[in-house]
């Protein structure tokens, strides 16, 4: 049984920081690539960024150069280092799992930045 658990959101201001994680477990992670989503409210769940189990990354234009993803599979954990946050970057951000049986989704960690 793959689970997703997120931690790390909170509440900042304009112009801050914070670092997402979300520990995997019931999977061979090393193997899967990981990514990073968010749902504001109303609006559908959009793609923030991949990590493949290369290291290879994508983002959405959107958080190009503020935000950045990485993995420690040593720790089956993936990341989100977001810098420079605006108000629009609220919402759940939910991490997510590719694999060829399935995809597995966290339960979301809330992300609200104030102006």
């Known amino acids: 049984q793959v689970q997703l658990v997120e931690s790390g959101g909170g509440l900042v201001q304009a112009g801050g920081s914070l670092r997402l994680s979300c520990a995997a477990s019931?999977?061979?992670?090393?193997?899967?690539?990981m990514g990073w989503y968010r749902q504001a409210p109303g609006k559908q769940r959009e793609l923030v960024a991949v990590?493949?189990?290369?290291?290879?990354?994508n983002y959405a234009d959107f958080v190009k150069g503020r935000f950045t993803i990485s993995r420690d599979n040593a720790k089956n954990t993936v990341y989100l280092q977001m810098n420079s946050l605006k108000p629009e970057d609220t919402a759940v951000y939910f991490c997510?799992?590719?694999?060829?049986?399935?995809?597995?989704w966290g339960q979301g960690t809330q992300v609200s930045v104030s102006s």
């Open positions: 019931g999977s061979i992670f090393s193997r899967n690539t």
């Open positions: 997510k799992l590719y694999d060829f049986k399935g995809d597995y």
């Open positions: 990590i493949t189990s290369g290291g290879r990354t």
